[in-house]
T-cell receptor, first 113, second 113 residues
Framework: ELKVEQNPLFLSMQEGKNYTIYCNYS?????LYWYRQDPGKSLESLFV?????AVKQEGRLMASLDTKARLSTLHITAAVHDLSATYFC?????????????FGKGTKLSVIP | EPEVTQTPSHQVTQMGQEVILRCVPI?????FYWYRQILGQKVEFLVS????????KSEIFDDQFSVERPDGSNFTLKIRSTKLEDSAMYFC???????????FGPGTRLTVT
């Protein structure tokens, strides 16, 4: 059974600081996704990482994937309050072409002035 | 921009009643999913649907659950006899091909009393 572990689960950081969220998963997968969720809202796709060594950046967020280490990171640069949300990583767990996702527990990020 | 829509946004029902949650996926997508999220917890996969049949289902998706794509546009999740523990946010998602990115609807909050 695929396990997806994120850490930290809670993160309080000051505006302007940098931090990294980690996502480890237990079995081989070539597809990893990062989603953002605001309270009471749906999941917004941030990044799709499809191969080993993939790195994608959007604004203050950068995601990377190391399939050999089964590790993805989401790096936050110079945090601003608008980044406060819960961030989920998710791994394609199907193995049979149905592409369903197994999610981590999420990292609740609070950016404080 | 195309989006996944879901109705209703909130459904309150009594234990033992049947509910149908409706989704309209993005029109040229081929893969369809239901996930659920109990308040404050992670997102859990329920079922995937491709080529007019279920392709994968989780342990949560027992005989009380069923899915249908009755008319080529709607995608429904039926719970035959709701239980208190079915209270959750239910998300529909759809996916095209390449880059195999899942787009989530806004969700239906189901409250079973």
């Amino acid at each position: 059974e695929l396990k997806v572990e994120q850490n930290p689960l809670f993160l309080s950081m000051q505006e302007g600081k940098n931090y990294t969220i980690y996502c480890n998963y237990s079995t081989t997968s070539d597809r990893l996704y990062w989603y953002r969720q605001d309270p009471g809202k749906s999941l917004e796709s941030l990044f799709v990482l499809l191969s080993n060594g993939a790195v994608k950046q959007e604004g203050r967020l950068m995601a990377s994937l190391d399939t050999k280490a089964r590790l993805s990171t989401l790096h936050i640069t110079a945090a601003v309050h608008d980044l406060s949300a819960t961030y989920f990583c998710a791994v394609d767990s199907s193995g049979a072409g149905s592409y369903q996702l197994t999610f981590g527990k999420g990292t609740k990020l609070s950016v404080i002035p | 921009e195309p989006e996944v829509t879901q109705t209703p946004s909130h459904q309150v029902t009594q234990m033992g009643q049947e509910v149908i949650l409706r989704c309209v996926p993005i029109s040229n997508h081929l893969y369809f999913y239901w996930y659920r999220q109990i308040l404050g917890q992670k997102v859990e996969f329920l079922v995937s649907f491709y080529n007019n049949e279920i392709s994968e289902k989780s342990e949560i998706f027992d005989d009380q659950f069923s899915v249908e794509r009755p008319d080529g546009s709607n995608f429904t999740l039926k719970i035959r006899s709701t239980k208190l523990e079915d209270s959750a946010m239910y998300f529909c998602a759809s996916m095209g091909q390449d880059p195999y990115e899942q787009y989530f609807g806004p969700g239906t909050r189901l409250t079973v009393t």
